[in-house]
């Protein structure tokens, strides 16, 4: 062993070869072998020639410690440590095994590895220490990365906010971080592993949820935003999204899947809100028209594919607006509030009562077996619909028209359900409200008709095809024409005329009634003044406004500015309002009326004695005439009742300082009755029908009469 530091002897001459291969195999190892003794220093009686490598200094440099000794070598933080370990195995008659840092001759600091153990030196009988060290400096430091890297891991796994998980596929799970743990109403995650063994149903809500994971898994290998509901430990419910992948051993093989769990319970929360909102109608909370459809659309689809019955109801209140109007917004919105409420209470769960908008609502009655047991249904709506209820201690009461059609006897799609319902809740209202209508196959002729009606009326407008019949108005007490109402005419092709009684209420209906009204009145205003420079006495000419034109056209600009472009003299101008438009509205027709009575303008009130008018309004009112519905003049004789309506109305409108007018007089008796009960004026057949320009020009007076 030529770089033995210390002498050996070796006997006889066949261990020449053996210890040359010794030689070379120590001088050629990476490391240190070594010989010491235990004591302080450890003093090195043998080191080999991997030693320079290792620890910079020659293998001279150890031997009896002649320049450094192992002691010295160590980091003096690891020395103590060293120490024990050795002192221990020796104790124990155990190898030992080290792992320090060593200060080489150059000042670097190196990880080694030391593995040695205590023998007996045959020459000396001493206990000597025998062992070998390697520098492990890079193994260290890649397993010091490799631990710090795990840390780091660690602590994002136990510290994250989102849940982390890695499960089996068959249902447990394998680890699960704080955070889940937390999610899921565990106290830990040990916890969680312990009592969740099966995902499938102690996780999830919905069945057949892991069953879905399981096959995006398998399809994909990764599951992304997968939203849904779970337990948690104390029975509550959240909503989760899961982003997870599959993990794959080198055979491609799955063995476990991995991933993070967010707690969504929040957004979801918000986007049912925003969804309930988009379907929902804010005051009542019922479905709105939106969701009415959706319904409607599967419900027929119901009825189609089992047979069963489904009937669309449409329901109105009756004279909701008054309650608005007089009462106020806040207590309408009680009501309709109150209406929804017991609306529900009279269909089943399965049933939608939808609110579309207004005092509009409506039901959807389905899996009805026949069409009379809807009627079942119905009846006790309208009772209790009626029931009176409480408004700041004021008991009220309200009622309701329904219109029903059923599918599939009158339609077999959501639109055409829906019109008929309407059409036949119409018809509900004409026959006096508080009912419902089941739709008939006439009722659907009623509104093509209308349809049809609103077409041609919209043309005739264009084209100019109506004209102006004028009824002569007479004063009993001198016979003289004193007045005319003028009332409009549309001619058709073959000579007849179609009646205003048909078509002002389409034209009401469709809005054309605006324009229409408004050409009447300037074609009236027009004509009086033509008469006038035609030499005649000008004579007042009344007009009739239509509800519409006083709810929603402003009557007192068209008015100003008719009166403006025609310059006629206001005092020729009667407006004729009826008595239920007049009441239903009252505080905005005193207004209206207030206005036109400071343009000069002279109004009366149509139809007297049909809409309920209260003393008091009248009082109030600035109207000059009241006109006596024709159906109280007529039969005056053979009912005693409307010849005292008359009188009452007469003497009313003496009392108001008004002038009394009676339409629709057609016999002698009628006006001998008018004329001794000392009425101003009449208007009727048997005075003249209406009659065109040319004719009621042969009724007028000359000027100077
Ligand atoms: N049986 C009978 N009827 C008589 C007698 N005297 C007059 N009449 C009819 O009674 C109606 C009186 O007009 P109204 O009550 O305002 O009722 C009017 C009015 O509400 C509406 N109307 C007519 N012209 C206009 C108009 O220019 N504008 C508006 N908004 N409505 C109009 O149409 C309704 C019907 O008008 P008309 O068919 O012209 O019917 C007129 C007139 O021809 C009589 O002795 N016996």
Redesign the pocket.
Known sequence: MSNLAAPTTHEGTDAEPRIHLLDTLLANMEGMIYRCRIDAQWTMEYVSAGCFELTGYQPQDFLLNSRICLEELTHAEDRAYCRKVIVDALANHTRYVLEYRIIKANGEVRWVGERGMAVTDPASGDTVLEGFIQDINERKRAFEALREAERRFRSIFENAVEGIFQSTATNGYIAVNPALARMYGYESPQHLMAELRDIDHQVYVDPGRRHEFLRRMEEDGVVLGFESRVWRRDGSIIWISENARAVLNDAGEVLFFEGTVEEITTRKQHEEEIRFQATHDALTGLPNRTLLYDRLEQAVFQAHRHGNYLAVVFFDLDQFKYVNDSLGHQVGDRLLKTVASRLKSCVRDADTVARLGGDEFVLLLTDQASEDSFTQTLQPILEKVATPWLVNGVELQITCSMGVSLCPADAADADTLLKHADAAMFRAKQTGRNNFQFFSAEMNSAINGRLEMMTKLRRALGANEFTLHY?PKLQLATGKIIGA????RWPQADGSMI???QF?PVAEESGL?IPL?EW?LQTACAQIRAWEKAGHAAIPVS????PLQLERGNVVDMVTRTLAETGLAPQYLEL?ITESVVMREVEKSFAILEQLKALGVKISI??FGTGYSSLSYLRRFPVNTLKID?SFVRNISSDPNNAGIIQAIISLGHTLNLNVLA????TEEEFRFLLENRCDEM????LSK?VDEEAFVQLLPPSDA
């Open positions: 009824q109402e003028a009332l409009i009646s205003p009684a002002i009634i009204g009447v007009v009739n406004i239509s004729e149509d139809d024709q339409e629709g007089v057609e208007q009727g057949y048997y209406p």
